[in-house]
């Protein structure tokens, strides 16, 4: 049974106080939730000290990007290394943002792929397509190469821990999240990807494979309760401590009834 992963994505958003405060109330807020896994991924400046605050909760940090190098002359960059030494343990890889406004290619994907995992970090390769590409028919084409080229190279040993997110760039921000028939067709596509990549049916079984964009309290129990849905990358609803619980909540309240 795969566990349900339910990851914060605060993009550029709360200075060091307000993610404080964040951390320093949600672990009372989800107390006695048990059997999911609960990620936040805050910006750089936060982590160092998110660490000290997490380290008696259940609480998981995670980075959203980083560079593939464990250390150099990248001037502005942190390195799998700097995120190991914060007892950091997940890492956002390929998120469309970053994809769209700062040029990672398929090429620096994969390597920032494999070095998470070089460094025992847990890539979140981030895959989707956007509306024209959609409207187009080419969505299992765009995450056919996503997925095959973000993986390139990396042996199965390895593989065995990453997590895929399927986040359709036209419903990032937008507040219209795919429907169910939609994400569920994607994420059974993905997982017969990654079988027939590793060519194995028990590592395509247990790869987490989350669903993001627009994942609210209102529609996270029917998109979690998809048979190849794993958890979610949420952007927005992560960033009260009210809807972000409620997200636990559901997924705890979906995991019991997969469970069955
Ligand atoms: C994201 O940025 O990964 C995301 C899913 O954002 P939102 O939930 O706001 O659509």
């Known amino acids: 049974m795969r566990q349900t992963l339910i990851v914060a994505n605060w993009k550029m958003y709360k200075t060091l106080s307000e993610a404080e405060e964040f951390v320093e109330r949600f672990p009372g807020e989800i107390a006695g939730i048990s059997g999911i896994e609960t990620v936040i991924c805050a910006s750089f400046t936060s982590l160092a000290r998110l660490s000290v605050l997490t380290e008696k909760t259940t609480i998981l940090l995670g980075a959203q990007n980083m560079h593939w ?6 001037t502005g960059e942190i390195s799998p290394l700097m995120l190991r030494d914060l007892c950091v343990k997940y890492v956002i890889i390929g998120h469309s943002e970053r994809r769209q406004y700062f040029g990672e290619t398929d090429e620096i994907i ?6 998470a995992l070089k460094n025992h970090l847990i890539p979140i390769l981030c895959v989707g397509e ?15 190469q996503q997925i095959l ?29 795919a429907n169910k028939e939609q994400v569920q067709e994607v994420h059974a596509y993905l997982r017969d990807v ?10 395509a079984f247990n790869i987490r494979i989350l669903y993001g964009g627009s994942m ?39 995991q019991k009834v997969k469970e069955q």
Do not use: C, H
């Open 216 to 254: 609210s309290p209102k529609n996270a129990q029917e998109i979690l309760s998809l048979k190849d849905v794993d958890g979610g990358l949420i952007g927005g609803a992560s960033l009260k401590i009210d809807s972000f619980s409620s997200l636990v909540q559901i997924a705890e309240s979906v």
């Open 149 to 177: 080229f973000g993986l390139q190279s990396i042996d199965n040993e390895k593989l065995s821990s990453i997590v895929v997110a399927y986040e359709p760039v036209w419903a990032i921000g937008t507040g219209k999240s």
């Open 69 to 74: 190098q464990k250390e150099g002359a990248f």
């Open 130 to 144: 956007t509306w024209d590409e959609r409207k187009q028919g080419r969505t299992f084409l765009v995450l056919n």
């Open 110 to 115: 994969n390597k920032k792929v494999s070095a």
């Open 194 to 203: 990654i079988k027939e990549f590793t060519s194995s049916n028990e590592m």
